[in-house]
């Protein structure tokens, strides 16, 4: 039974942090609020362009820091 109820408030704090909107999202709404549409999606594709920018700088050096070498 405790591994249950683990289990269940794991699964809740997960749910919590995957549900609400982070920094990027309350951004993106305020500039659409304030300057429409248009604005807000160049917004939204500037900041899809910077976490694929970041996000394969940090494949390329997770490969570096820790690629297994073969020896043949």
């Not at 749910?15 to 999606?41: C, Q």
């Not at 917004?43 to 940090?58: A, N, P, Q, R």
């Amino acid at each position: 039974m405790n591994d249950f109820v683990s289990l269940v408030s794991i699964g809740m704090a997960f749910f919590v942090v995957a549900v609400s909107p982070g920094p990027a999202t309350i951004s993106n709404a305020t500039v659409a609020m304030s300057h429409g549409r248009k604005v807000s999606f160049i917004y939204g594709l500037g900041l899809s362009c910077g976490l694929v920018f970041w996000g394969g700088s940090l494949r390329v050096v997770w490969e570096q820091c820790f690629k297994v070498r073969s020896t043949s």
